[in-house]
Structure formats: structure tokens, C-alpha cells
């Protein structure tokens, strides 16, 4: 089956840093683009960040950049998000997904990583 | 970025009406756009990509159209299991953008 599976939420303090994870299986992940979207509670999703299949292309959120850093390892099958100087506002439910553009529609989505940024 | 509004914000319906949800670009987004479908606690789940395709396994009483700025997504015949939220988005450029959502209730 195809999956993505996301880890690394939690709780944490503004300012304070978080590193997420998704694994991939059941498809070739080195030949697909790959996203990052959060969705805060009782809110719509929101794009935070893609990478190309190859990594060679990054593009971010202008409420990301400069905070956040998408890297992949198509070895591993997976994908992170390095998360630093966590604010407030960046508590949500974190997916990752796979992205069919550059941008594109997002077929296949993981289960979520719940990141709270709270003193 | 481009702007994505999203009507009605809810819908209430019942189990064999059609309804229909709207999504308007602030731009030309050619048919760059996709439509998704969430529960409670759950992932969003893609239903239509570029406006009109629906995705292989989606229920044919799923529908959309449209082009440019106007879209549609179209359910005829309610099903128990479709009272959910939608989403559209925009892949036209980035930042890919989202509409506020419509959330479908049960009458």
C-alpha cells in the first residue's frame, strides 16, 4: 500500500526547535515531489513547503522562510522539516504529502504529526 | 498570493439531494486546481485534480468545472458518508492556496 508516515510532533516552547519525519513506502519516492502542509484547529490547510524529487528545487511559505528546512534522503524514503524559532502561530497538525507538481495536486497524504508551540 | 474564497462556508442537506460548492480565484488559474475532501481528525483526501479529473476509486457522484477563476465541485445523490468538509486548491503558482472550506451538515 502506499503510505506516508509522519513523526515528531510535540509540545514545545516558543522559540524552541522541532525536527519532523516522514517516511514513504509502496511507491518509487525518489521520482515524486514531496509537500509539507499544516492545518491549524478549526482552520484550512495551509502549504508550508515542497521539495523536488532530486531536493534541487525548495520553495516555502513567506510565514516559513528563513525558520523552517525541507530536506529529503531518498535512500531512506523520507522527507523532514526542520523546524526552528517555533512560534505560537506555528502550532497545527502537520502532514506530509506527495505533491504531483510544482506545484501540483497532493494524492497521497500521511496520518498527521500534532506540534504544539506553547509556554 | 493568490486568494482562493471558498462558498458556502456550510451547507445543510440531505441524504440524496445534489449540492454544489464554489471556489473563486483571485486570478487565471487556468485549471489548476484540486478539490479535497476532510473528516474529523482525519487527512484530507483528494478528490478531483486539474478541475474536472476525478481520481481513480472517487465515486462518480462527484463532479467538477470550471476554468479560469470559477470552479465547481458538484455531489449528486448524498451519500451518509459525504457530510465532511471540502477544500479547494490552487496550484497555479506558488504559494498553493486553499479556500476557507465548506462544511456539509446533515439536515
Known amino acids: 500500500d502506499v503510505q506516508l508516515v509522519e513523526s515528531g510532533g510535540g509540545l514545545v516552547k516558543p522559540g524552541g526547535s522541532l525536527r519532523l519525519s516522514c517516511v514513504a513506502s509502496?511507491?518509487?519516492?525518489?521520482?515524486?515531489?514531496m509537500a509539507w502542509v499544516r492545518q491549524a484547529p478549526g482552520e484550512e490547510p495551509q502549504w508550508v513547503s515542497h521539495i523536488s524529487f532530486t531536493g534541487a528545487y525548495i520553495y516555502y511559505a513567506d510565514s516559513v522562510r528563513g525558520r523552517f528546512t525541507v530536506s529529503r534522503d531518498n535512500a531512506e524514503n523520507s522527507v523532514s522539516l526542520q523546524m526552528n524559532s517555533l512560534r505560537v502561530e506555528d502550532t497545527a497538525v502537520y502532514y506530509c504529502?506527495?505533491?504531483?507538481?510544482?506545484?501540483?495536486?497532493?494524492?497521497?497524504w500521511g496520518h498527521g504529526t500534532t506540534v504544539t508551540v506553547s509556554s | 498570493a493568490i486568494q482562493m474564497t471558498q462558498s458556502p462556508s456550510s451547507l445543510s442537506a440531505s441524504v440524496g439531494d445534489s449540492v454544489s460548492i464554489t471556489c473563486r480565484a483571485s486570478?487565471?488559474?487556468?485549471?489548476?486546481l484540486s478539490w479535497y475532501q476532510q473528516k474529523p481528525g482525519k487527512a484530507p483526501k483528494i478528490l478531483v485534480f486539474e478541475a474536472s479529473r476525478l481520481l481513480s476509486g472517487v465515486p462518480s457522484r462527484f463532479s467538477g468545472s470550471g476554468s479560469g477563476t470559477d470552479f465547481t465541485l458538484t455531489i449528486s445523490g448524498l451519500q451518509p458518508e459525504d457530510f465532511a468538509t471540502y477544500y479547494c486548491l490552487q496550484e497555479f503558482n506558488y504559494p498553493p492556496t486553499f479556500g476557507q472550506g465548506t462544511t456539509l451538515e446533515i439536515k
Open positions: 509502496g511507491f518509487q519516492f525518489g521520482h515524486y515531489h
Open positions: 504529502a506527495r505533491d504531483l507538481g510544482d506545484p501540483g495536486h497532493m494524492d497521497v
Open positions: 486570478q487565471d488559474i487556468t485549471r489548476d
